[in-house]
């Protein structure tokens, strides 16, 4: 007669427990993955058929009760590493959000602002047009089935109940932060200085005719102008998005295997 133990229950459980817990975590803030627009039961969904697919693979799950104090330290140290881990990628997106406030200021396109369906706030038309660029690139480079890649072999390099992320890790965490300021100056900078330029020159338009209406035609002047600047340069921001966005991946590796 075949018995179970309540012990052999609790062991089968949280071989698929403790993995779904930080591939929905990661799904949580990962770009995409985590947009607004993706309803909540299909993440939940994604997370449990991957748990799923992956658990076999694993090795053995520590046997913790998980409504217990260990089991509630062990929940938050495996949701930790799949918070930081979408966290990363997530900031290279942002990258994008604080350049287009800057084309869009430079514009004169700063009050245009319409709603990010992904993060549920108020972006400038820009951005949004960035964001919008930069997910279909993210898709078509596989940017997501490479999350999901490491996503699996962060179980290798950070097994479960062998050790969260080390304080070197949170520190890289937190360093990448200042990648995404210099990614965005990158990403703005030729957008920028050619609409400086456009200021100054109708600058001196308006000291040399100060009969001329410098609102009725230095504003769509401008406007137009930036449409064609980022027009031009567009090739070159969404090359620079692929250079942030291969860093975060080794970024990723590196907070991983950080001692």
């Known amino acids: 007669m075949l018995t179970i133990t309540i012990e052999q229950i609790g062991s ?21 993955f ?17 748990s799923l697919l992956v658990a076999p693979m694993l090795p053995a799950a520590p046997g913790v009760d998980p409504v217990s104090l260990a089991g509630m330290a062990l929940i938050a140290q495996q949701v930790l590493i799949g918070v930081a881990m979408g966290f990363m990628v997530h900031m290279v997106f942002q990258t994008l959000v604080i350049a287009g406030e800057a084309m869009a200021n430079g514009m004169g396109l700063g009050f245009a602002r319409m709603v990010d369906p992904a993060n549920g706030v108020q972006v400038p038309v820009i951005s949004q047009f960035l964001i919008i660029m930069a997910t279909m690139l993210f898709v078509t480079l596989n940017g997501h089935l490479m999350l999901i890649d490491l996503l699996v072999r962060s179980f290798e390099l950070l ?44 600058g001196v338009i308006t000291r040399a005719a ?28 969404l090359n620079q998005f692929t250079s942030l966005m291969m860093d975060s991946f080794d970024g990723i590796i590196a907070i991983l295997e950080a001692k």
């Open 159 to 202: 097994p479960i109940g062998q050790g969260g992320l080390s304080p070197a890790g949170f520190r890289m965490v937190a360093a990448w932060g200042s990648q995404m300021f210099i990614g965005a100056l990158l990403v703005a900078l030729p957008a920028v200085t050619a609409m400086l330029v456009v200021n100054i020159s109708m």
């Open 34 to 50: 985590g947009a607004n627009m993706v309803p909540v039961r299909i993440r939940i969904m994604l997370a449990f058929t991957l």
């Open 12 to 32: 089968w459980i949280g071989s698929y427990f403790w993995p779904f817990v930080r591939i929905s975590a990661l799904f949580m803030a990962a770009p995409v």
């Open 210 to 237: 100060p009969q001329l209406n410098i609102f009725a035609v230095g504003f769509p002047l401008m406007i137009l102008l930036g449409f064609i600047f980022i027009a031009l340069t567009t090739p070159a921001m």
